[in-house]
């Protein structure tokens, strides 16, 4: 197990493009989050960069000290809840006409808005997407 700024580091040595904190990918998710609740306006290419910020957070998680596991945990967990209720469980159908899905512990690739909108709305509606527009959500 290792300190926050060794995984950061580690993570960064893997192919993230930098050292990343828990604080920074926690906000960064959180702020994802929140803009799939209002409708996310983006286009495809961005939304699956969004989603990468969770994914760091899985990858640090098998590395971190148990103590920082278990003060950021509980936020994580309410923002995964959040995550869910705003999203359709396809099992990645449309999301894999656009992206290479990873692992099934990825399980937020797995899960479409459920309000579509905009470009993203309109792309994911191509690969079959069923969800709300923005006015009826």
């Not at 702020?31 to 910020?53: K, M, P, Q, W």
């Not at 990858?59 to 809840?81: G, M, R, S």
């Not at 990873?102 to 579509?116: E, T």
């Amino acid at each position: 197990m290792a300190t926050e700024s060794e995984v950061g580091e580690l993570l960064h040595q893997r192919g993230w493009r930098t050292a990343f904190t828990v604080a920074e990918r926690v906000n960064a998710w959180a702020a994802l989050v929140s803009a799939i609740e209002r409708g996310y306006g983006d286009d495809i290419s961005e939304y699956t960069n969004d989603l990468y910020c969770r994914n760091w957070l899985h990858e640090a998680w098998l590395l971190l000290d148990e103590h920082i596991v278990q003060l950021w945990t509980p936020q994580i967990k309410v923002l995964d809840d959040r995550y869910k209720a705003a999203t359709i469980d396809d099992d990645g159908q449309a999301l894999d006409q656009f992206h290479r899905l990873p692992g099934p512990d990825l399980w937020r690739w797995r899960h479409h808005p459920r309000i579509l909108t905009e470009d993203l709305g309109r792309s994911l509606r191509s690969a079959g997407a069923i969800g709300a527009d923005l006015d009826t959500a």
